[in-house]
């Protein structure tokens, strides 16, 4: 059997801007299924989140022959002119364009709403991780951070500092070049592992520059990054309990 494809859903709350993660999204090759996850009881504790429409009972597993439309209404239509624009945006050739895959890249976010997913990466034989993501809030930067961005070139090193007297948020994580311009923030959902990669070892984490996508693509997806990370200590990303499922997968189907 093909091993599950594994995205997660955050949800990301409008007052506190604090992201958790809510609900966890596997594929076997032939069914779907969803299940939320333990960040959901952090999300209702904190910020009264409520379940999603598509899936309104917490403790239940949802399964499908088709991808749930909370996820396929994230996908662009293959009709659209700019669908081969939008697939080189993500650096993915035709053969690797699946759902899970486009979503995975691309973060699957929408102005309507405040949700948005991102992979579970599995090891590869050297035991090494490897997550791709858009640079956030490059819409912040001055100009001069924009025309640096412009002129990366793909495989470029770049370097993560901890912005901790940031006002707005001390738990920031900067991207920053060689020459020391400030190109984008890591995804706040992310932020939880590279720390704690970072804490284990800084040079066990490596982030380069995968593809830059000049105007007049949207700020959103101009900046495409690559981290790699080699785990210790039996470390696997995305395994601490909030990402755990809220119940069993096989005590209840839907």
Partial sequence: MKTPQTLFLAWQDPNSRSWFPIGRLTFDGA???FVYTQGVKEAQNTCSFAPLSSFPYFEQVYTS????PVFSNRLMSHSRPDYANFLQWLNLRDTEAEPLAILARSGGQRETDSLTVFPCPEPDAAGQY???????ALRHLPESA??????????????????FQNPHD????TLHTEDHYLVGYCPRYLRS???????QDPSSVDLRVERVNLPPTPLQFRLLCRITA?????????????YQPLIEEDLVTA
């Avoid at 924009?146 to 912005?163: C, D, T, V, Y």
């Avoid at 001390?170 to 994580?173: D, E, G, K, W």
């Fill in 146 to 163: 924009i025309e640096r961005i412009n002129r990366l070139e793909p495989g470029e090193k770049l370097w993560l500092a901890h912005e």
């Fill in 65 to 68: 022959t088709h991808l749930f």
């Fill in 193 to 199: 592992e590279v720390f704690q990669l970072l804490w």
């Fill in 230 to 242: 080699l785990c210790k200590d039996d470390f696997r990303p995305f395994t601490s309990p909030e």
């Fill in 130 to 136: 490897q997550l791709h993501f858009f640079a956030h």
């Fill in 170 to 173: 001390s738990q920031a994580l």
């Fill in 31 to 33: 069914r779907y299924q």
